[in-house]
């Protein structure tokens, strides 16, 4: 069975990076559309399975859950006066966050 690889990584900043990248490839006509499309792709599979493989940091929430939902295989979770803690102690007032059960 295929793993599905999702796009979250692609508005980080190496994502947008290479996103924009691209593009100026794509406009100088250096690759294709297609190409470029392979390359974000690849990008997805390898930052999913570089996390999986190498982070191994356990990270503690707790807080208010305001909502939640399933979809797409894709957890959303909402909540405020929430504080994290995988070492040090963070707080934050409201907070989105998804997991995709990697």
């Not at 996390?51 to 399933?70: A, D, F, N, S, W």
Request: neutral net charge.
């Amino acid at each position: 069975m295929a793993t599905a690889y999702y796009e979250l990584y692609r508005g980080s900043s190496i994502g947008m990076a290479l996103t924009d990248s691209l593009d100026e490839l794509i406009t100088s006509g250096a690759i294709t559309p297609q190409l470029a499309m392979k390359v974000l792709q690849q990008f997805d599979k390898s930052l999913a399975d570089s996390l999986v493989k190498h982070v191994k940091t356990k990270t503690t929430l707790k807080g208010h859950l305001k909502t939640y939902r399933l979809c797409d295989d894709v957890w959303t979770f909402h909540h405020q006066k929430s504080q994290f803690q995988d070492g040090i102690q963070r707080k934050c007032a409201m907070r989105e966050d998804q997991d995709c059960g990697m």
